[in-house]
């Protein structure tokens, strides 16, 4: 639509508010509902058509959403509390009584403790009275228990022999019984003498002591912050020129609009991670592999944008620079780009803020980044070690969000 057009319009509305009685006004601004009428009352009805068809396609149900409920809590209580997995001879450990250091290095879980077994005929007519004999009760899930009321179906019973000053603990993963000292404690699998506390999962310190350590996910952030960068500066360079050839305003023939809007609408049709999928066959497992997904990626979105932006422009700034003689370059230097660069940058701002995200999820299928040591986590059941690469990757991002909107007010 030309600016002539556009004025006219304008102009129109204006008479036709400017003939419409102060009565009809007041109604009309003090009326809590539009007025129905035949268009509004269709575009309701296919409004309601259209989310009807949408909810019987997803097979949505409520029903089954509040059964999973618990299923849902049950995995959030898997992810607590938060872990981190350290660099290796990144640990040490300080004491403040008195002031020293010293390296910390990971402690074995219960597989490498002496598990019980079952006492024979001749071990128990061999019991000494240092030692004592304790029985325990077995089902069909094979796991030892104390009493046989817990114990459901066909019960075995087993003598197990321990010296004084020993307990027995059945450790609940893997259903093996443990004799340990009285005053120890059982922690997620670990052996914890009086004085002595976990960290991380994998770390025994005494009490008063802090651990200190890098966590290995810092490094992938940093890996999938850089990504991010040159992704995005990439995309950036790349998206322009699509950018102009895409907007009616400034593009040199339809026919060169038409096209590069299907270019775009092709390249936008297709996620990133189908990129870094063929990328990571062409190239290797690696961040280039992501970098280049996510330019390719980003083309067909940020060009849409850019080429929006060209044509949100006043025309009437371009026609006064026009108006004094400059040529085209200058017209588009002076005219174009001053009017649609804050609305480009703040794009950019955001495609950077979205590049994140995307990097960490391009990591899953091997193309650099967090998302690796992710995928790892997953595969492995280590939730919590997850939870704490996730409250990492949510630092990051709120602290990219408040510089890039720092930067936005004074682009903008």
């Known amino acids: 639509m030309s600016y002539a057009v556009r004025r006219a319009a304008a102009q129109s509305d204006r008479t036709k508010i400017k003939n419409e009685s102060p009565e009809k006004i007041r109604a009309d601004l003090q009326r809590s509902l539009p007025r129905m009428t035949w268009r509004l009352l269709l575009t309701i009805v296919v409004a309601v058509a259209v989310l009807g068809w949408g909810l019987q396609g997803t097979n949505a149900s409520p029903q089954a959403l509040v059964e999973g ?31 020293s250091s010293r390296p910390t290095e990971q402690v074995n879980p219960t597989e490498n403790l002496e598990r019980l077994r079952p006492a024979t005929e001749e071990d128990l007519a061999a019991v000494t009275e240092d030692q004592q004999v ?3 009760y077995r089902g069909p899930e094979r796991r030892w228990k104390f009493s046989p009321e817990e114990v459901e179906g066909e019960i075995d019973e087993a003598s197990f022999i321990i010296g004084t000053g020993q307990y027995i603990h059945v450790d609940v ?5 443990f004799a340990l000292d009285e005053g120890t404690v059982f922690v997620e699998e670990y052996a914890l003498a009086e004085g002595e506390q976990l960290i991380a999962g994998r770390y025994v310190i005494q009490n008063g002591e802090i651990f200190l350590g890098w966590p290995s996910i810092l490094g992938a952030i940093v890996e999938t912050v850089q990504m991010a960068i040159i992704g995005t500066v990439g995309a950036v360079i790349l998206a322009i020129p699509f950018g102009l050839l895409a907007a009616r305003n400034v593009s040199p023939a339809p026919i060169v609009y038409q096209i590069t809007r299907l270019l775009l609408n092709a390249n ?9 999928l063929i990328l990571v066959a062409a190239v290797g497992l690696g961040p280039f592999a992501g970098v280049v997904a996510l330019v390719i990626g980003s083309i067909g979105g940020m060009g849409k944008l850019y080429a929006e932006s060209i044509e949100a422009i006043d025309p009437a700034q371009v026609a006064a620079v026009r ?68 409250l990492v990757i949510i630092i990051v991002v709120t602290i990219i969000d408040r510089l890039s909107d720092a930067v936005r007010k004074r682009i903008i």
Not at 173 to 177: L, T, W
Not at 268 to 276: G, S, T
Request: glycine share 10%.
């Open 134 to 136: 304790v029985t325990l």
């Open 69 to 99: 409920i618990p299923n849902i809590l049950d995995f959030i209580s898997r992810l607590m509390p938060p872990e981190f997995e350290f660099v290796e001879g990144s640990e040490i450990t300080i004491s403040f009584n008195p002031l």
């Open 323 to 390: 108006a004094t003689g400059a040529g085209p370059l200058q017209v588009f230097n002076y005219g174009v780009i001053p009017q649609a660069f804050p609305l480009m940058a703040s794009y950019s701002l955001l495609l950077f803020e979205g590049n994140i995200r995307a990097a960490t999820i391009l990591g899953i299928v091997g193309a650099g980044g967090v998302g690796l040591i992710i995928q790892k986590y997953l595969a492995l059941f280590q939730y919590q070690r997850l939870m704490g690469a996730v």
């Open 173 to 177: 993963r893997s259903g093996h019984p």
């Open 268 to 276: 936008r049709a297709i996620p990133e991670i189908v990129y870094a």
